[in-house]
C-alpha cells in the first residue's frame, strides 16, 4: 500500500495541485488552474488598488484540479492519505454563521465587498493608519509588536474594518470573517462548527495580531476603540492556533464524492504559500527563503533561543511555528516584484491593444497569432535588451513602490517613481531600471535582518521568477553580494503543503524529517560578479536617496 498526499497551492492568479509520493516525494500529477473570473477582471479596480476575488473560482479551480492529479496519476483513492492547502494572505472572506461565505449566497453574489479580499487590496491604509495611531496611544500592550510593528493595510482587521465601513449590508450579514486558507480547509471538512474549527496558525499570528503573550487575538477593550462590531467579532473568532502539521478534520461526504476520494482523507491545518513554499524549499536556520512571483515573501526559521525576547522591526512578523513547529517563522516581503515588470509590460502593450488587436486591417486569425508570439516573446526580448545594456551606460534610478512598500517598514501609500530619463531612454533601459528597482528592495529587507541581529547564512529562490528569470536572479546575486540557489521545483509551495499533509497523516514524525524525505533539490545557483559589485552599490545609493526623496514628499 502506497502513501500518497496532495498539496494545493492558492497563488494571486491561479491555483494548483500536487500529488506527491511520500517516500521520496516524488511529484507523480500536477495541474494548475486559472481564475476564470479573476482573468476578466471582475469585481477589481486597479486604480483605487481594490483586488476581490470570488470564492467560486477557488472552489472551482479545486475540484478540477484535484480530479485532474487524481486522474493523471492513476492511483487507488484509498492510498490518498492527506491533503493540505496554502493560499495567499492576507485575503480574508466575510462568511455567515454556517461558515459559507456572503457572496456565495443570493443576496451578495455580485458584490466585491463580500468577496474575499486579497492579499495585494490596500484599499484599507486609512484603517490600517489607524490601529498604528491607536496600538501606540491606547496606554496598554502594543499588539503590532510581533509583527513589525507596523500594522498593513495588507491584512486582516484594517481590511474588515475598511469594509464594514463601507458596506452596511455585508457589517449585518457576517457572523464571522475566515482567512483564505481557513475558508478553503473548512469548506473540505466533516466539522462544520465554526466555533471550533481549526484556525492557521501562520495567519493569525502573522496578520491579525494574535500572539500567546496576550492569550490569543488582541483583547475586546483594544478592539472596541477601533469599532465595537471589531470586539463583537472577536467572540466569534478564536483563542487557540494550530499548525500545518496538525489535522483539521477528514474529508466530509459532499467533497469526497465529487472529488472522488474516500471520507478517510486526512485535511491539514491551512498555511500561507510563503510558508509552505520554505518547507518545500528545505528551509534551515539561517537560511532566507524568498519566494519571487507577483510579489515577494522572504522567510527565515529560527530558534526560540536564537530569537529570544527581541522583536525585529519593520518586517511583517515572527510566529513561533508559522514554517516550522518548535521554530520562529520570521516573514518579510515585497508587495511587487514580477508585478513591477508585469505593470510595465502592460503600459508598454496600450497600442498594441487599441490600436493594433482592434484595427480592422488584420483578420481575427492574424490578431491571434500576433498576439501569441507578442506574448511569447515580450518580457524575453526585453529582457535579452537589458541584459545587453553595459552597466557603465547611464539608465534611469527608479522605484519598486507601485503597489507600496511592505517592509521594511510597512507603507502601502508610498508610490513609485523614476529619475534620471532622457531621450536616450529606450523601454529595455526602463526595463533594467526596474529589474534593479526590486533588487535594491530585496536588499533592504536583507540589511534590515541582518541589522537586526539576524544572521543570514544562504539564500534560497523560489517561484515563477527564480525559475524564469535568470537575468533577474543574477542581479539579485550581484546585489545583495551573496550566492543564491534556486529550488529545482516548479511548486515549492504546493510541494511544502504536502509536507505538511505527510505529517498531519502521521506518515512522518515531523515537518523536519518529511521535508529531508520529500523537499526539493536545488537546480543552480548563482554567484556575486565580482566586478560588477562595486556599481551596484552605486546604483543602489542612488536608489536610497531616491526612496528617502519620495517618502519625505509622502503625505
Ligand atoms: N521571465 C520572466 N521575467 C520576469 N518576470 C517574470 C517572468 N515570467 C514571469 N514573470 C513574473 O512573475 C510573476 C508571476 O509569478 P508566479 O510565481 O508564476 O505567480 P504567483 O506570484 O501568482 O504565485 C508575474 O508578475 C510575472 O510578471
Ligand atoms: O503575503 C503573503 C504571505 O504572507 C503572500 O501570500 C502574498 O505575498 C502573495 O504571494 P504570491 O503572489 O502568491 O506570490
Same mark, same amino acid.
Given at each position: 500500500m502506497k502513501n500518497y498526499v496532495i498539496g494545493l497551492d492558492y497563488g494571486s492568479d491561479s491555483v494548483r495541485a500536487v500529488l506527491i509520493d511520500t517516500e521520496n516525494g516524488q511529484e507523480l500529477?500536477?495541474?494548475?488552474?486559472?481564475?476564470?473570473?479573476?482573468?476578466?477582471? #471582475?469585481?477589481?479596480?486597479?486604480?483605487?488598488n481594490q483586488f476581490r476575488q470570488h470564492p467560486l473560482d477557488h472552489i472551482e479551480?479545486? #475540484?478540477?484540479?484535484?480530479?485532474? &492529479? &487524481?486522474?493523471?496519476?492513476?492511483?487507488?483513492?484509498?492510498?490518498?492519505?492527506?491533503?493540505?492547502?496554502?493560499?495567499?494572505?492576507?485575503?480574508?472572506?466575510?462568511?455567515?454563521? =454556517?461558515g459559507t461565505p456572503l457572496s456565495l449566497?443570493?443576496?451578495? =453574489?455580485?458584490?466585491?465587498?463580500a468577496m474575499m479580499i486579497l492579499w495585494k487590496d490596500h484599499t484599507a491604509i486609512n484603517e490600517a493608519n489607524e490601529i498604528n495611531e491607536?496600538?501606540?496611544?491606547?496606554?496598554? #500592550?502594543?499588539?503590532?509588536?510581533?509583527?513589525?510593528?507596523?500594522?498593513?493595510? #495588507?491584512?486582516?482587521?484594517?481590511?474588515?474594518?475598511?469594509i464594514i465601513r463601507e458596506d452596511e449590508a455585508v457589517k449585518n450579514a457576517a457572523h464571522s470573517w475566515m482567512e483564505h486558507c481557513d475558508y478553503m480547509t473548512f469548506l473540505l471538512i466533516d466539522d462544520k462548527d465554526l466555533a471550533t474549527f481549526k484556525r492557521s496558525r501562520c495567519a493569525a499570528g502573522h496578520k491579525a495580531m494574535w500572539h500567546e503573550d496576550w492569550n490569543g487575538l488582541p483583547p475586546e477593550e483594544f478592539l472596541t476603540k477601533l469599532d465595537p462590531y471589531l470586539a463583537q467579532l472577536r467572540g466569534k473568532l478564536y483563542n487557540e492556533t494550530y499548525t500545518s502539521d496538525l489535522v483539521a478534520g477528514k474529508l466530509n461526504q459532499?467533497?469526497?464524492?465529487?472529488?472522488?476520494?474516500?471520507?478517510?482523507?486526512?485535511?491539514?491545518?491551512?498555511?500561507?504559500?510563503?510558508?509552505?513554499?520554505?518547507?518545500?524549499?528545505?528551509?534551515?536556520?539561517?537560511?532566507? &527563503?524568498?519566494?519571487?512571483?507577483?510579489?515577494?515573501?522572504?522567510i527565515i526559521v529560527a530558534s526560540h533561543e536564537a530569537v529570544g525576547s527581541k522583536t525585529v522591526k519593520g518586517i511583517c512578523g515572527q510566529v513561533d511555528g508559522s514554517v516550522i513547529p518548535g521554530y520562529i517563522g520570521l516573514e518579510a516581503g515585497q508587495s511587487a516584484f514580477g508585478d513591477v515588470l508585469a505593470w510595465f509590460k502592460d503600459t508598454l502593450s496600450w497600442p498594441l491593444d487599441n490600436l493594433v488587436y482592434t484595427s480592422d486591417v488584420l483578420s481575427a486569425e492574424q490578431k491571434a497569432q500576433l498576439k501569441e508570439e507578442v506574448e511569447s516573446n515580450f518580457i524575453k526580448t526585453l529582457t535579452e535588451q537589458a541584459?545587453?545594456?553595459?552597466?557603465?551606460?547611464?539608465?534611469?534610478?527608479?522605484?519598486?513602490?507601485?503597489?507600496g512598500r511592505r517592509t521594511p517598514d510597512a507603507n502601502q501609500g508610498l508610490k513609485s517613481a523614476m529619475t534620471n530619463l532622457s531621450l536616450g531612454t529606450k523601454a529595455p533601459h526602463i526595463f533594467k531600471a526596474l529589474i534593479n528597482s526590486i533588487c535594491f528592495g530585496s536588499k533592504k529587507i536583507v540589511d534590515r535582518f541582518e541589522e537586526e541581529g539576524v544572521r543570514i547564512d544562504s539564500v534560497i529562490g523560489i517561484g515563477g521568477v527564480a525559475r524564469k528569470s535568470p537575468f533577474i536572479m543574477q542581479t539579485l546575486a550581484n546585489v545583495l553580494n551573496k550566492p543564491i540557489k534556486v529550488c529545482a521545483s516548479d511548486q515549492a509551495p504546493a510541494l511544502g503543503a504536502a509536507i505538511y499533509a505527510a505529517v498531519a497523516a502521521g506518515i512522518y514524525p515531523n515537518v523536519i524529517e518529511a521535508a529531508k524525505k520529500m523537499g526539493s533539490d536545488f537546480e543552480s545557483e548563482y554567484f556575486p560578479q565580482a566586478d560588477k559589485i562595486e556599481k551596484y552599490q552605486e546604483l543602489m545609493d542612488s536608489y536610497s536617496v531616491l526612496s528617502q526623496f519620495v517618502e519625505s514628499i509622502t503625505k
Open positions: 500529477a500536477s495541474d494548475v488552474c486559472h481564475y476564470k473570473r479573476w482573468k476578466n477582471n #471582475e469585481y477589481c479596480n486597479p486604480s483605487i479551480g479545486l #475540484e478540477s484540479t484535484i480530479k485532474s &492529479v &487524481v486522474a493523471q496519476a492513476n492511483v487507488n483513492p484509498s492510498e490518498i492519505k492527506s491533503i493540505c492547502i496554502d493560499t495567499t494572505g492576507s485575503s480574508p472572506i466575510p462568511v455567515n454563521a =454556517e449566497t443570493k443576496e451578495f =453574489e455580485h458584490n466585491p465587498n491607536l496600538a501606540v496611544s491606547w496606554g496598554g #500592550e502594543d499588539f503590532t509588536k510581533y509583527e513589525g510593528g507596523i500594522y498593513s493595510s #495588507e491584512w486582516f482587521w484594517a481590511k474588515i474594518l475598511h459532499e467533497w469526497a464524492t465529487r472529488l472522488g476520494l474516500t471520507t478517510d482523507t486526512i485535511i491539514a491545518v491551512g498555511t500561507f504559500d510563503a510558508h509552505s513554499g520554505a518547507v518545500g524549499a528545505k528551509i534551515d536556520e539561517h537560511a532566507l &527563503v524568498r519566494v519571487m512571483g507577483t510579489s515577494t515573501c522572504d541584459e545587453a545594456i553595459p552597466l557603465s551606460e547611464s539608465i534611469p534610478t527608479a522605484l519598486d513602490w507601485v503597489n
